[in-house]
């Protein structure tokens, strides 16, 4: 039932380690993305893939690499975590990027904490 | 560049009472869309509303209504009636046509609305 799935929803975990956030959805979209909100709920995309190619890097950090198997899925991964990682991780899809403006749909967020 | 500015930080309202968060945006884009999203403390991100630089439009959804001015570049949302349950962060977003940003969203700060029983 559930259109925009994230796994974790919480990731507590130490300086220095690798970890993955999966999306998943099921509304045949082709587009998906990856959004960043801070401490102050600043929302920042950070990556976009349209049937699992690579369209927006946002200037994010080589430690954060997406990977996109099928057009359903696009996972986060992210070396060498610092607390400055510590945020609200945001998965969006939409039906394309064609004409521009698609609505984007949200998952429930991974709240990743950095010790 | 794109920007949306949300000046409102927070406001503070009683139940029944009528709110506006406003919303202000730039861009060098004719054609571009605006939305409004709402995150309620439980945290996820629900879609309210889409327009389109063509259609100036208000719109109105039950207690909700939309206020689109190209000519002062806003898009300012209305909630009639306020209850508790409208609690929640308010965020305005930007996006222009596929070609140039590619379904880039720009988000602005965000307001956050608290409903007093």
């Known amino acids: 039932d559930t259109a925009v799935s994230q796994t974790p929803k919480y990731l507590v975990t130490q300086m220095g380690n690798d970890k993955s956030i999966k999306c998943e959805q099921n509304l045949g979209h082709d587009t998906m993305y990856w959004y960043k909100q801070d401490s102050k709920k600043f929302l920042k995309i950070m990556f976009s893939y349209n049937n699992k190619e690579l369209i927006i890097n946002e200037t994010v950090p080589n430690r954060f690499s997406p990977k996109s198997p099928d057009k359903a899925h696009l996972n986060l991964h992210i070396n060498s975590l610092e607390l400055g990682d510590s945020a609200v991780y945001f998965c969006a899809s939409s039906s394309g990027i064609g004409s521009g403006g698609e609505t984007q749909y949200f998952g429930p967020g991974t709240r990743l904490l950095v010790l | 560049a794109q920007k949306v500015t949300q000046a409102q930080t927070e406001i503070s309202v009683v139940e029944k009472e009528d709110v506006t968060l406003d919303c202000v945006y730039e861009t060098r884009d004719t054609t571009y869309y605006l939305f409004w999203y709402k995150q309620p403390p439980s945290g996820e991100l629900v879609f309210l509303i889409r327009?389109?630089?063509?259609?100036?439009q208000n719109e109105i959804s039950g207690r909700y209504s939309w206020n689109f001015q190209k000519s002062t570049s806003s898009f300012n949302f209305t909630i009639t009636a306020s209850q508790v349950v409208d609690s929640a962060v308010y965020f305005c977003a930007l996006s222009g046509p596929g070609g140039t940003s590619y379904g880039k969203l720009t988000f602005g700060q965000g307001t956050i609305l608290t409903v007093h029983p």
């Open positions: 327009r389109n630089s063509f259609d100036e």
